[in-house]
């Protein structure tokens, strides 16, 4: 049997006959399996979802406790049976709990990455190469252009601004789930100990990746009370992007609005969105990963989706690698 007939996209999203499942549904479905708890990825309402104990926990915070009628916890590298397929879960290195899907079925083994990434990240299980037939690859930021900076060297930047501007409030704009946790272990690991000031959208995950052992040093409110009465002059705080256009950012004394995100490359994304001070940090690989992964793997075929498809199709058809794009909607950028 061919791959595409033991793994194909319908309607829902990537799905597997033979075990009845489908990988990162778009729509509920009876069983899924999924990779990570991004909001494009992690949807509730299934009947029945397959992840980390990570992504479980993470799904119940945001959609709450009840988000899918039944929910099995797999720690990496276990083999879940599957109506006779084997799943297992392999770290992806994107945010805590991520993972790529190994799923073996009629002799063909295949690899879905999910999102992943390969530089360090001290706030999730670093990234393994899962070895596999047919390789299903994200490719988010899949063009030759995308070529991203060291992480701390983009904090940096911050931390010059805030020795720059020390009575300008530092608003850096992070997605709730990975990126804010991220940018600020990396502050930590970059030496700055003084408190750092969170968006009440942050709290809940901040509190659950605190529980996982992950150190993000002291953490307070972005908030101001009747009578309160602290200086948020050349503090940083950390807040999703959709606030910062909110009466919330305006209590701010003269706030430089920074944004982590691998998007930041693009001058004209940072000028649309008002950003003084773009920081060049992504949770996705970049091109010279992607293709990087591709010949450590070594599959027998590529397939390739939710992102810049056809560039990294060609670039594996010229190295002599048969590949596809999946053409699957739905998946944005939360994570990136």
Excluded at 10 to 18: Q, V
Excluded at 70 to 85: H, M, P, R
Excluded at 127 to 147: K, R
Aim: one cysteine or more; a negative charge.
């Amino acid at each position: 049997m061919k791959p595409d007939q033991l793994l194909y996209p319908a309607p829902a999203g990537l799905y597997c006959p033979a075990g009845d499942f489908h990988v990162d549904p778009m729509r509920p479905v009876a069983r899924a399996v999924i990779t990570h708890g991004h909001s494009d990825h992690a949807r509730a309402g299934h009947g029945a979802v397959l992840a980390t104990r990570e992504t479980l926990d993470i799904m119940a915070i945001r959609y709450g406790p009840d988000f899918c009628g039944s929910a099995q916890a797999a720690a990496f590298g276990e083999t879940i049976d599957l109506a006779g397929v084997k799943v297992s879960l392999h770290p992806a290195g994107h945010v805590l709990g991520s993972a790529q899907v190994a799923i073996s079925t009629s002799g063909t083994r295949f690899g879905v990455s999910g999102d992943y990434k390969r530089s360090p990240d001290p706030t999730c299980t670093p990234y393994e190469p899962v070895a596999c037939d047919v390789f299903i690859t994200e490719a988010t930021f899949g063009l030759p252009v995308f070529h991203h900076p060291g992480p701390k060297g983009e904090i940096g930047k911050l931390l010059t601004s805030l020795r720059q501007f020390p009575e300008r409030a530092h608003l850096v704009g992070a997605y709730s789930l990975g990126k804010a946790q991220r940018v600020i272990r990396l502050l930590r690991d970059c030496g700055y100990d003084r408190p750092i000031y969170i968006h009440g959208s942050l709290a809940r995950l901040c509190e659950y990746y605190l529980s996982r052992g992950i150190d993000l040093g002291e953490l307070r409110p972005a908030t101001l009370e009747k009578g309160d009465t602290t200086d948020f002059s050349g503090a940083v705080i950390v807040g999703p992007p959709s606030a910062f256009g909110e009466r919330w950012a305006r209590r701010f004394p003269d706030p430089l609005v920074a944004f982590a995100s691998g998007w930041m490359m693009v001058r004209q994304r940072a000028k649309q969105g008002g950003v003084e001070l773009p920081l060049v940090i992504s949770d996705h690989c970049d091109w010279p990963e992607l293709t990087e992964t591709i010949r450590e793997l070594s599959p027998s075929e590529v397939w390739v989706t939710h992102g810049r498809e056809e560039a990294l199709v060609r670039w594996c058809e010229l190295a002599g690698i048969p590949a596809r794009p999946l053409h699957l909607v739905g998946y944005e950028d939360e994570g990136d």
